[in-house]
């Protein structure tokens, strides 16, 4: 750990063993799939095979009278509800209705005594089709005899996020675009001393999590109960109000475990279907989907990227302009705010005088996409890193010392209107390029670059939660933060023991139901240690606040007269912890007080974004030039957290991102082949394995308490992923000398770029 | 991956048993031999059975041994106990090898020889080492015993020479005698080989007198071609001079597709690098 700040801190910025591993590892740990209702029903979806195409009828007759199925639901049957829903845009309904809009859309689905019932019932159900002209790309959706895949125009979600006026439905299959610009690009490439200009692919991928998207609902009388994998609960329950238009208070989402999200599980996924099953099977229904089966439910934008980068002749980089055209697949889902947060990211963390930056997505007949780890970060890293190794290379500078003079400095507004940056590049870059051995010499083929990535993240400041300190100086954490394994239920137990002065093991963490736990957005864009960790630090001290008063009450003093201290009050001799304070005021060992906090978009959280999240990461590879494949032989995470409230858990996030990073730049790719998506399956899809990694792996992090949440803290996990795309791009041209601009570089991209180069 | 639907396991208890139940029960049937592969692909509903006949347990059909000169696997040897047979890693440590690198190791512990060779997948490792050791399959039907060597056993993607009512009770591999080499290498990016090349070698002094190339993973079945066979024979400077066109000969048999594994002029690029890389390992 570098970058150590000498603190006096008991149990932050210690690495506690996490919380939830033991439980994990012993199999005890409860998921949704393990959840079992009363009476409960099984539900198997019946998906489309054709990308584009209109429902002309649906036979569920025989489908129905197969013994053990409880019914068949259809987009025929939905009456009665408002199917469409969406958080950005509503244009998803919970089935297909009237039509389909790619290959693997939910149709129809069984609901049974079991699930085998259901799945052996799909084949009875007949769907006629009449099949329409599909469109599979951006350029294919944006050509003038384009089929529109949506008619009819939306109303935007309330809880979209984003400022731009909303742009699907309009006739177009535009979903969405965004722009942003100052200076004069074109005056600044015209004055510049070296340009550099090219196209970039990033494709589309799947953020594998082991556990497939998985609900129960139980929709009664009563109101819509929902067990759900989901990141987000409460936005999940306002689409689900929606849907059954029913008050807030009667919608509950309750989240156990969830099994890995990385974007995936954010925002509503199978929730509302699983409830219409519910709704019309009057009883429990869950639904859990194949790996096979989310992989045609969510993946990643795949961007293609014209990008254009100039510097003065002093190595100042004067000038960038970029323009990208995003595959959004059949439904908006999140991809709106990817569109505006790839659009930011091109610029960071660089300061540049002179910025055009235009992004448009697009629906296709796709695997509708949305959020994915990074959030449209990744997308833009890609051309962006490259073309500052591009740069250095052709102006002869070191991509490093390049980086470093370009980077944003600490306090800089380097993005005009956000918050000036947080974080220490230059610190960061050093930490890589020791790590991975910068200057020292390399062996033939072998290829060694650093990156950066600075982006807008901690996404909308609205927090709420609740600490609950409990008569025998125990205390409960009410949360909103779903604990997906990023370790959120060690991190927020830490900060609540630090403040309250307890041990660890007295604090509980209760979260992610929504009819109990105080409001949480989200639990995404690397925002709960910053935005839930400072809602728990302010709940501890409000419980104290109150807690001093009841102790004057208790020793019948004036409230100036107590003096709080670690774990209690002092007043003249006398020293009371909680437990006392408790159990005196109520006269009775038991009882408790109730410390609150609403984070909103105000004071240090006023200004956007919440922070800048910063990291570097170091490779070096090596290139069997026979075949084209890649070796990784070193790898150095940097992640610039301001302050790391559990070490350990953090670097972990830091080598999770940039594995995932290193498995787009290497391997990972959805692939079309027409309407149909070709490796759905992780047999085909390659994901990234532990024999993967190189033997040498250095995770580092800059501590310098420069975050605006507790103590100095602020987010990661995301950063990393998003320079490693770049950063092997980069080595490899280093390496053997040739530059690809697409991900990821399997062996047969890298031997075709190297024949290409040796004509 | 859905459900499996409903089937009934029968387990005989010899090999007369196991024939006679599979020709009893036909299409609907098939032989389950560790299911690494057949369950898979019962669970994506791609293939449907009412009736697994499963030949784990018939005793003895695990066995691996050395006779005359030629080890003999049985049909229910998994993978990972040939990896670990003390006989196999002294008598054949290229068969050995080449096991240890099958799929992985959940695999290895299921999956057996005689199942990976029947169900005929196109990436099988062993199909393609075992066709160039000259291996033959022992099979046994309601007709009796016969022998079919490996490049007749497997005749397509999915597809063997088995009469619906034979299994594979083992496989016969000649050791290799003094003055012959073996080499197996793979290319892998995915869950399955993109590329396996196996190459025998036969030695007089410094004469390869006899070659045996195969290649698999690139097309439905391993391939071999008999000039690229005849371009591997020669004084080893002759070869080596040769192996160039011995690749294209043999890419030529093969003949490999595009597909999301690769285009078919990559493949055939590899199969020219393995082939030349498992000439060096041959004869290291």
Not at chain 2, 44 to 59: F, G, N
Not at chain 2, 105 to 133: K, M, Q, Y
Request: charged share 25%.
């Amino acid at each position: 750990m570098s970058g150590e700040t000498k603190t006096d801190f008991q149990i932050v910025n210690h690495s506690i063993p996490r919380r939830d591993g033991r439980v994990k590892v012993t199999g005890k740990a409860q998921y949704v799939a393990d959840l079992r209702l009363i009476g409960m029903a099984y539900a198997k979806v019946l998906r489309s095979p054709l990308a584009h195409a209109k429902i002309i009828s649906i036979d569920k007759s025989k489908a129905e009278a197969h013994p053990g199925v409880y019914c068949v639901v259809t987009g025929f049957d939905l009456d009665g509800l408002n199917p469409y829903f969406g958080h950005a845009v509503k244009d998803h309904p919970l089935l297909a209705i009237d039509k389909v809009r790619y290959a693997g859309e939910p149709v129809a689905a069984v609901v049974a005594i079991d699930e085998r019932t259901a799945f052996e019932a799909l084949e009875f159900i007949d769907v006629k089709y009449e099949e329409l002209k599909g469109i599979f790309t951006p350029q294919e959706a944006l050509a003038k005899d384009a089929p529109l895949l949506h008619e009819k125009k939306f109303e935007a979600g309330a809880l979209r996020g984003f400022e731009g006026d909303v742009t699907a439905g309009q006739g177009t299959n535009i979903c969405q675009t965004h722009k942003i610009q100052w200076g004069d690009v074109d005056k600044a490439f015209k004055e510049a001393a070296a340009v550099i200009e090219g196209d970039y692919y990033f494709p589309m991928t799947y953020a594998y999590a082991m556990e497939p998207y998985v609900a129960i609902a139980d929709v009664t009388d009563q109101g819509v109960n929902v067990y759900s994998s989901a990141q987000h609960p409460f936005m999940v329950r306002h689409d689900l109000k929606n849907i059954f238009n029913l008050p807030v208070s009667k919608v509950r989402l309750i989240v156990p475990f969830v099994g890995g999200g990385y974007g995936s599980k954010s925002y509503t996924k199978v929730e509302p279907l699983v409830a219409a099953c519910s709704w019309k099977a009057k009883r429990p229904v869950k639904l859990q989907l194949t790996v096979e089966e989310a992989m045609l439910t969510t993946r990643s934008d795949d961007a293609y990227t014209w990008m254009k980068t100039a510097v003065d002749k002093n190595g100042k980089i004067i000038a960038r302009q970029a323009k990208i055209m995003m595959n959004t697949g059949a439904y908006a889902e999140n991809s709106p705010l990817v569109v505006e947060k790839s659009t930011n990211r091109c610029v960071g963390p660089y300061a540049i005088a002179n910025v055009l930056i235009e992004n448009m997505s697009l629906y296709t007949n796709t695997v509708p996409a949305s959020s994915y780890r990074g959030f449209g970060c990744a997308q833009v890293t890609l051309p962006g890193e490259s073309q500052i190794d591009e740069l250095a290379t052709k102006i002869g500078r070191d991509p490093y010392e390049f980086r470093l003079q370009n980077a944003a400095k600490p306090g800089e507004e380097f993005f005009p209107g956000m918050r000036p940056f947080d974080g220490t590049l230059k610190q960061d870059l050093d930490t890589a390029a020791k790590a991975i051995g910068w200057g020292t010499p390399l062996a033939k083929g072998h290829g060694r670059t650093v990156a950066v990535s600075g982006s807008d993240a901690g996404a909308y400041p609205l927090t709420s939660t609740a600490v609950r300190v409990h008569a025998d100086g125990s205390a409960t954490i009410m949360t909103g933060s779903t604990e997906l394994g990023q370790g959120s239920h060690t991190v927020l137990p830490q900060i609540a023991a630090e403040e309250l002065g307890i041990t660890y093991d007295k604090v509980n963490v209760i979260s992610s139901d929504t009819a109990i736990t105080p409001y949480d957005r989200s639990t995404g864009a690397s925002r709960t240690t910053t935005l839930m960790g400072s809602a728990v630090q302010e709940a501890c001290q409000e419980a104290i606040a109150q807690m001093v008063v009841m102790a004057a009450d208790v020793l019948k003093v004036k409230k100036e007269e107590i003096q709080s201290v670690r774990g209690g009050v002092r007043c003249g001799e006398v020293e009371l912890n909680w437990s006392q304070v408790i159990s005196k005021f109520y006269a009775l060992p038991d009882g408790e007080v109730i410390g609150r906090s609403y984070i909103r978009k105000s004071g240090k959280f006023a200004a956007l974004p919440v922070f800048w999240e910063a990291a570097a990461t170091g490779v070096e590879l090596s290139v069997d030039e026979d075949t084209g494949k890649i070796t990784m032989e070193k790898l150095a995470t940097v992640g610039d957290v301001g302050l790391a409230i559990n070490p350990a858990l953090a670097e972990g996030q830091d080598i999770g991102a940039a594995t995932m990073g290193m498995g787009i730049g290497l391997f990972e790719e959805l692939v079309y082949e027409g309407s149909q998506l070709m490796n759905g399956s992780i047999l085909d899809y390659r994901l990234p394995r532990f024999s993967d990694l190189p033997k040498q792996v250095e995770l580092h992090l800059v501590q310098n308490r420069d975050g605006v949440g507790p103590y100095g803290a602020k987010g990661g996990g995301e950063a990393s992923l998003n320079s490693m795309a770049a950063n092997i791009a980069n080595a490899v041209d280093k390496a053997v000398g040739v530059r690809i601009r697409q991900a990821p570089l399997t062996p047969e991209r890298v031997w075709r770029a190297l024949k290409e180069k040796n004509k | 991956m859905m459900p499996l639907r409903k089937f009934s396991i029968h387990q005989p208890s010899t090999v007369a048993e196991a024939s006679q139940m599979l020709a009893q029960y036909g299409e609907k049937g098939r032989l389950y031999a560790g299911g690494t592969e057949l369950l898979l692909a019962m669970k994506h509903d791609l293939l449907r059975y009412e009736h697994l006949v499963d030949v784990k347990t018939i005793p003895d059909l695990n066995r691996i041994e050395l006779k005359n000169g030629a080890l003999m696997i049985g049909g229910s040897a998994t993978h990972r106990a040939i990896e670990r047979s003390a006989i196999v890693k002294q008598s054949l440590p290229v068969l050995a090898e080449m096991e240890t690198k099958v799929a992985n190791i959940r695999v290895r512990a299921c999956g057996t020889l005689g199942g990976n060779l029947c169900f005929a997948e196109p990436h099988s490792d062993p199909a393609t080492l075992l066709t160039a050791l000259g291996a033959k399959a022992h099979v046994q039907g309601k007709a009796g015993v016969r022998a079919i060597a490996m490049d007749k056993l497997i005749t397509g993607a999915y597809e063997t020479s088995l009469a619906g009512d034979e299994l594979l009770v083992g496989v016969e591999i000649p050791v290799l005698a003094k003055n012959q080499r073996a080499a197996y290498l793979k290319f892998q990016l995915k869950e399955r080989p993109t590329l396996g090349l196996a190459l025998f070698l036969e030695l007089d002094g410094d004469n390869i007198k006899k070659a045996s190339a195969v290649v698999g993973s690139v097309s439905v079945s391993p391939t071999q071609s008999e000039q690229a066979n005849r371009l591997l024979t020669g004084t080893r400077a002759q070869v080596e001079k040769q192996i160039g066109d011995a690749a294209e000969a043999l890419a030529n048999a093969a003949d490999p597709v595009d597909d999301t594994e690769g285009g078919a002029d990559y493949k055939r690029h590899l199969i020219g690098v393995f082939l030349r890389r498992a000439f060096v390992k041959a004869l290291a």
